[in-house]
């Protein structure tokens, strides 16, 4: 029968008599009473089996090959089961290859992975094993990443995307238990930065209407209305609306919701997201009048609300190039992330006026997000403020 007494470093000992009826132990480390007992219990049934030269029961050998690396060593040790054979460690090319080709993302996530995974190969070396890589390895790999790119060095931000995604390929190295729980050697880098006040601009409704009459067709005028009117992601969330996703205003309607109007929105960037694929947003006041021109000059039998949006050859639609043309034309200077600061507008008032719980319903994000990425302070909020 095993013994189980307490060390002074309060570390746990299970004492027994093997089959040869020498004594042996097996240090359990810092752990709970119950546990201790519990792994007694499986090493007594252990011991028990290799007197009686039997093998242990199906749950105790689950049970062993469930054991941590550390654990199962100090049991092997003891003369309880066998090692395990030394498996050859799993190497960084082979792993980032197979990681990318069996993930499910979209085109754009994968060709992202594809682009971090060769850049680890390409510092790292393909045959460099994976538990061989340390968090020192990890800081020289990101200092390595901030000056090495096309001219020279890379923003913080794209650092940030390039360690997140090679904490993810360790994560999933974890899991697959490649690495050891907790070893992931980025998993102390700084993966996320601050968004770039200095590139964010708020739209002013003036600014908003010398654009649209600037603009050359009622399309144009509505890509740039469900944007800066619709908060609208451009153009992904553009090419999958459809004309039978608008419901127009209907007085009769006993529901409020279809008296004011409303359009469906799908949501690609954010469909991988639990309930995230879609959002109702309303058809504000400003926003109508454009929808209503767009469908009465829209050719019979289409579909599409925006047509333009639509991808081209397997890649979406680059409506920015034109539409930093058209604010050109209506004497402005084109600003930074162009669509994104219209959509960004948008939110802003939409934060103003309407609870916080409405403005991520309709805008498609969550309250932190928005702060941090979408919020802005105007020059009208100074004025209010002033009385």
């Known amino acids: 029968m ?70 199962h060593g100090r049991f092997a040790a003891a003369g309880l089961i066998a090692p395990r054979r030394a498996a050859k460690p799993a190497t960084l090319g082979p792993f980032v290859a197979d990681y990318v080709d069996r993930h ?27 538990r061989s890589i340390t968090r020192g390895d990890a800081d020289r790999f990101a200092a390595w990443l901030a000056t090495s790119g096309r001219n020279g060095n890379r923003k913080p931000a794209t650092v940030g995307r390039y360690l997140g995604r090679a904490k993810q390929f360790f994560h999933a190295a974890e899991r697959d238990e490649l690495i050891d729980a907790g070893r992931n050697p980025f998993k102390d880098q700084k ?45 992904s969330e553009l090419a999958p609306l459809t004309w039978d996703d608008i419901h127009w205003p209907d007085p009769s309607a006993a529901d409020p919701k279809d008296q004011a109007g409303w ?15 879609s959002r109702v947003v309303p058809l504000f006041g400003d926003l109508l009048p454009y929808l209503e021109e767009a469908y009465h000059v829209a050719r ?21 190039t034109q539409m930093n043309r058209i604010i050109e034309r209506a004497g402005l200077v084109p600003w930074p992330k162009t669509f994104t600061n219209l959509r960004a507008s948008r939110a802003t008032e939409i934060a103003r006026d309407f609870p916080a719980h409405l403005e991520s ?26 009385g």
């Open 361 to 386: 319903e309709w805008i498609g994000h969550d309250a932190k997000t928005a702060r941090e990425h979408y919020l802005q302070v105007t020059g009208a909020d100074f004025a209010t403020a002033a």
């Open 191 to 235: 993966t996320a930065t601050k968004a770039d006040k200095s590139r964010q601009r708020f739209i002013t409704p003036e600014e908003a209407r010398r654009v649209l009459a600037a603009c050359p067709d009622a399309e144009w005028r509505l890509i740039f209305a469900l944007a800066r009117y619709g908060g609208l992601r451009v153009p």
């Open 104 to 130: 499910p993302g979209k085109h754009l996530t994968v060709y992202h992975l594809r682009n971090t995974g060769g850049l680890l190969v390409e510092y790292f070396g393909a045959e460099r094993p994976l």
């Open 2 to 71: 095993a013994s189980v007494s307490v060390l002074p470093s309060k570390a746990t000992r299970v004492r027994f008599v093997g089959p040869d009826r020498t004594r042996r132990s097996v240090i359990l480390g810092k752990i709970s009473k119950r546990s201790a007992t519990d792994l007694a219990g499986l090493i007594d049934r252990l011991n028990a089996a290799n007197i009686a030269g039997t093998v242990p029961s199906d749950e105790d050998a689950r049970r062993v090959a469930a054991l941590p690396e550390v654990m």
């Open 263 to 277: 359009m469906f929105v799908r949501s690609p960037k954010t469909e991988h997201h639990e309930d995230k694929e």
């Open 300 to 320: 019979p039998g289409t579909v599409a609300v925006v047509p333009r949006a639509a991808p081209r050859n397997g890649r979406k639609a680059n409506l920015g």
